[in-house]
């Protein structure tokens, strides 16, 4: 009986990797996006117009409407008009990453008060620069704690980490399923392309555990009126990367004009986010960021609306557990979100057998999204289908073999498209 109940769970287990019900999915993303409904609803607004000849169409205006939209039907309020200032700093290691560079750990506060909320920056800069120079910069959000990204333990144990283990067996497995980089970042490669790295625990600011995102998200209550309250986590970390630019733009070793974030499927979402509504933001790297993400809400592959909003209702404002559910379906889509980084450039990462993140919505919804960089005179997306790989737009589509996770050439390719578009 007891092996009859474990031989039963270990094949349903299977099964449900192998219908792709888990991003660990074995089945293979449909590439072929002919006969799939394209990105809806149009990108400009019908009173405004049919015409997209003019870049006046496309205004302050118009991006004010959609965060508008974005933060009642999907994310709620993005707290991104509180200011971030350095609270202190120490240098952590003086010959970090083999002697590449200096790794610092920098203390944030958010807004003012004995409330307000603070987090951490582990910043790594490279020691030689040309001179005269200063280093471009990526931002990056991490799962686990700064110490692990960095390959750092003297820096500080996230508040809110505890739930995670990079260590032993469990930190094998991860590796193993989901690639070396899940955990810590090529942190000598980044250093030794001339890239200053910063890494974020979002968690701090609010946790990615339900409970305890409702009393994280609580404490902003004290520093933002009624209807500027944050609703969700990634509203919440979206904003940190804004928070991070708030100090790090200050720092002279640091050229704001090369300014680049970066996540992977959760704080992909955020970072997709943020430079939709950060212009200080000059290139995103979201990488299998799927629902809530670069991926179509309307889509009907990968995870569902419901099952990510029950799995993670901490995530996101409530409404969006209604989105699509009513005949006055929201008049928005994620291709917006996309648009409004236009004219800026994006690495939207993707894996073949990601089907969870939906991958071939993705597309679509980069295709979406060009309509505005081409109004503002800039190639969007310029592949023709999911295999072509031949980018020249400012929508890069990338999609690699594998399922979901990071890896050493997702890096490579995301350094590159940096090393393009950046300088
Ligand atoms: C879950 C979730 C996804 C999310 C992913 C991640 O799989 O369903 O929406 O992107 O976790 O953050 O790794």
Known sequence: MGSRATCGSVLSIALFILTGCTPLGLNTARSDTNGLPPAAPPIIAPEQGSSLSSPEIWGEHRKAYLRGAFEAWVYGPVPSELRAVEIARRTVDEAYAGGLGILEEVEVRVGEGPQAPTFHIA??????????????LIVGENFCGNPTIAEAPSLSPPKNGEGCSATGAVGAVLRAIFGRHILESPNEEILRRGYAYANVYPGELVADNPRRARSDLEVFSALLPESRRPRGAIAVWAAAFGWSLDVLEEDPRIDPARTAIYGHSRHGKAALLAGALDSRIEAVIAHQSGRGGASLTRSRTGETLTRITSSYPHWFDPNFVRFGMRPDDPPIDQHM?????????VLLGNGWRDVWSDPNSAFRAAAGATVVYDLLGVPGLTQRGMSDQSS?????????????GVTEGDWKRFMDFLDHRLR
Do not use: F, K, N
């Not at 910043?123 to 471009?136: D, E």
């Not at 979100?337 to 450039?345: E, F, K, S, T």
């Not at 020249?392 to 979901?404: L, M, N, Q, S, V």
């Open 123 to 136: 910043l790594a800069t490279p020691r030689s620069v040309p001179p005269g120079m200063r280093s471009p």
């Open 337 to 345: 979100l996309i648009a409004m980084l236009a004219p800026r450039p």
């Open 392 to 404: 020249e737009g400012a929508i890069d589509y990338y999609i690699r073999p594998g399922g979901h």
